[in-house]
């Protein structure tokens, strides 16, 4: 008959840590594995033969990334699995001898503690929908982070020669001010255009609003005579910045497309558009960010908890209590990394007023300052005065 085992697995890019420890401890196995399936499909049925039929328990301390190929040979072959966070790994490691971190550490500590906790989390198998949305949301915050940087690369670059154009548009919301971008960069160049051939070279680029674009572009180009010294090669960067930022509004708009494809697909969309503050976009982030399986959770409790809603102690000291480290901690489907963990937390918080008054740990620790009326100020004595 065989014995109870744990599996504790340091999860890397381009391998794998695991060691196994029995119901005292001791170490059985202590491999690196490479991450790869042949090798991994070897190590799952030497620890499975090494179990000899006994209850075997797998930790990790990844749920994505490079553990996900890990993860779905063992979901596959139908193994215990459980998530602890690197961040629980760490605080964790602490208490155990040794003042070196290394990866054969990191794995027993991992199998230790699953083999006495009861609070980790089991990871299961995500539906497809779910795996694409959290794909396409974090291609999407990707995007709108590089569209952010370059419309402040543009505006920067335009401020250095020619600062009238650019705080005549919001760059992040005109196209046509994009558009302009692309052909016109420089005050010479657009008060030689004109406005009229202007407003027709917009109009034939299906700009909107051409003629307003156009005139506001010419009232700043007669604002400024002055020719920058770098300017040529300032307005040929301008143009290359104007067409990467419209580049990525296209294909945000793709991305955004595919996601309401799919999201209104998932058995919960209807269920969770029809809550107030919630859009196609926020929806699919909670679905990435949930698995897509809301009944996990068990209880609206747990689901709080694990957004970060905790209640914050107000215990004696003067370091501030950490409000969103459940999420990392509890839930298989949001990593600490993940990068709409924050918008989940946002969404559930309750909108709470700022206190009256103050602490009773704090109170009447710092007095005010004594008051006086200004008459009562001392004039200052003039100083002597030395003859020679």
Request: glycine fraction near 8%.
């Amino acid at each position: 008959m065989g014995q109870p085992l744990w599996a504790g697995v340091d999860a890397g890019k381009s391998d794998h840590y695991c060691v196994v420890i029995d119901a005292d401890g001791k170490r059985l196995l202590s491999r690196r594995v490479a991450n790869d399936e042949a090798a991994l499909l070897e190590l799952i049925n030497a620890i499975t033969a090494l179990a000899d039929g006994g209850e075997l328990t797998w930790a990790i301390d990844l749920n994505a990334g490079g553990a996900a190929l890990l993860i779905a040979l063992l979901i596959g072959a139908e193994q215990r699995l459980l998530y602890i966070s690197g961040r629980t790994v760490y605080h964790a490691s602490g208490g155990y001898r040794g003042e070196g971190k290394t990866d054969a550490k990191d794995a027993a500590v991992i199998a230790d503690q699953a083999r006495m906790r009861r609070d980790l989390q089991p990871l299961r198998p995500e539906d497809d929908i779910a795996v694409e949305l959290r794909i396409l949301t974090s291609r999407r915050t990707d995007l709108v982070t590089d569209r952010t940087r370059a419309i402040n690369r543009l505006r920067a670059q335009l401020l250095e020669y020619f600062p009238a154009l650019e705080r005549a548009f919001d760059y992040s919301a005109s196209k046509a001010a994009l558009i302009l971008l692309t052909g016109y960069q420089t005050p010479d160049g657009l008060r030689h255009a004109g406005a009229a051939r202007l407003a027709a070279w917009l109009r034939k680029r299906k700009a909107r609003n051409a003629d307003a674009v156009a005139a506001a572009a010419i009232e700043a180009a007669k604002s400024q005579h002055t020719v920058v010294p770098g300017q040529q090669l300032a307005a040929a960067m301008v143009a290359r910045l104007a067409e990467e930022v419209m580049t990525l509004n296209t294909e945000i708009g793709d991305t955004d497309a595919m996601i309401e494809e799919r999201f209104r697909r998932h058995r919960h969309a209807e269920i969770i558009l029809s809550m107030p503050g919630f859009g196609v976009i926020l929806g699919a982030e909670f679905l990435a960010a949930t698995g897509g399986d809301i009944a996990a959770f068990g209880n609206t409790d747990r689901l709080a908890a694990v957004a970060g809603l905790a209640p914050v102690p107000r215990d004696s000291g003067r370091i501030p209590p950490l409000q969103q480290t459940a999420a990392a901690r509890l839930l298989p489907g949001i990593s600490h990394r993940h990068p709409h963990r924050h918008r989940i937390t946002d969404l559930l918080r309750p909108q709470t007023r700022s206190r009256e008054t103050p602490h009773p740990s704090r109170a009447g620790t710092c007095p005010p300052p004594p008051q006086r009326h200004v008459g009562d100020a001392a004039r200052p004595q003039a100083l002597p005065t030395h003859r020679t």
